[in-house]
């Protein structure tokens, strides 16, 4: 099962680096999902960076 949880670590440290090139991450937003743009509202925006970079490498290393 660990081969599982280090891929979806990469697969979610590819998507970070990609939301940090394209300016926007999507997240859950109370019932729903929301994009947040880095331009809009800077500190949500790298808040969920920084959360999606944590999940990542505990993926990866953790499980």
Known sequence: M????Q???V???I???YA???GTVYAK???S??????DETPGRYWTVIVIYAG???ALYFVF
């Open 2 to 5: 660990k081969p599982f949880f």
């Open 33 to 38: 999902g929301r994009a947040w743009r880095r």
């Open 11 to 13: 697969l979610l440290a």
């Open 20 to 22: 940090i090139a394209s």
């Open 7 to 9: 891929t979806l670590g």
């Open 55 to 57: 999940l990542s490498l």
């Open 15 to 17: 998507y970070v680096i």
């Open 29 to 31: 937003d109370k019932w």
